[in-house]
């Protein structure tokens, strides 16, 4: 059965560090991937999407790659300042329009001041 | 103006109880869904509907009925709430790719 995978549950980074967000994935061939951010409280939010002909893609001080061999994606955050604390979502998708909008378990990113 | 609405926001019931929550987008989606995000945080799709037809149905048990009376409306239905049902549902909508939520209605059943 389809498996998804982030990294780990929780990660504290310091401000102005580099936060790497990992997305594992098995049993599964997406078309393509999106990441999401959600605050405690809210909704997820939609934040990029990258397609499994694109290696990476850029958005403002977000950066997200996608590598169809490993099955993984990685979602970057330069720069990070404490509002980027939330979960942050991967969502792997296939390419029929039918199929599961299946989510991962998500990370819970830290940027501490 | 609230692209997906969920009402209520908070629901707190006995066992046994029926409870609805409703859902409306005003973004002119095609497709609707219910998520269920239980405590453990972990976010799961109970079902799918494009333009009123249902396209996904998880193994979610059948005291859970969703009710599509127009594209813009997707209505969920619980049956006899059982202790496990406490969670939060979120509704959703999209159209080609991102899904856009609503703000969630946490359900607590005592």
């Known amino acids: 059965s389809q498996k998804i995978e982030q990294n780990s549950e929780a990660l504290n980074i310091q401000e102005g560090k580099t936060a790497t967000l990992t997305c594992n994935y098995t049993n599964y061939s997406p078309a393509y991937l999106q990441w999401y951010r959600q605050d405690p409280g809210r909704g997820p939010v939609f934040l990029l999407l990258?397609?499994?002909?694109?290696k990476e893609k850029r958005k403002e001080r977000l950066k997200v790659t996608f590598d169809t061999t490993l099955k993984q994606s990685l979602f970057h955050i330069t720069a990070s300042q404490p509002a980027d604390s939330a979960t942050y979502l991967c969502a792997p998708r296939g390419a029929n329009y039918g199929q599961n909008f299946v989510f991962g378990p998500g990370t819970r990113l830290s940027v501490l001041p | 103006d609230t692209a997906v609405s969920q009402t209520p926001k908070y629901l707190v019931t006995q066992m046994g109880n029926d409870k609805s929550i409703k859902c409306e987008q005003n973004l002119g989606h095609d497709t609707m869904y219910w998520y269920k995000q239980d405590s453990k945080k972990f976010l799961k799709i109970m079902f799918s509907y494009n333009n009123k037809e249902l396209i996904i149905n998880e193994t979610v048990p059948n005291r859970f009925s969703p009710k599509s009376p127009d594209k813009a409306h997707l209505n969920l239905h619980i049956n006899s709430l059982e202790l496990g049902d406490s969670a939060v549902y979120f509704c959703?909508?999209?159209?080609?790719?991102?899904?856009?939520f609503g703000e969630g209605s946490r359900l607590t059943v005592l």
């Open positions: 990258i397609r499994e002909n694109e």
């Open positions: 959703a909508s999209s159209q080609s790719g991102e899904l856009f």
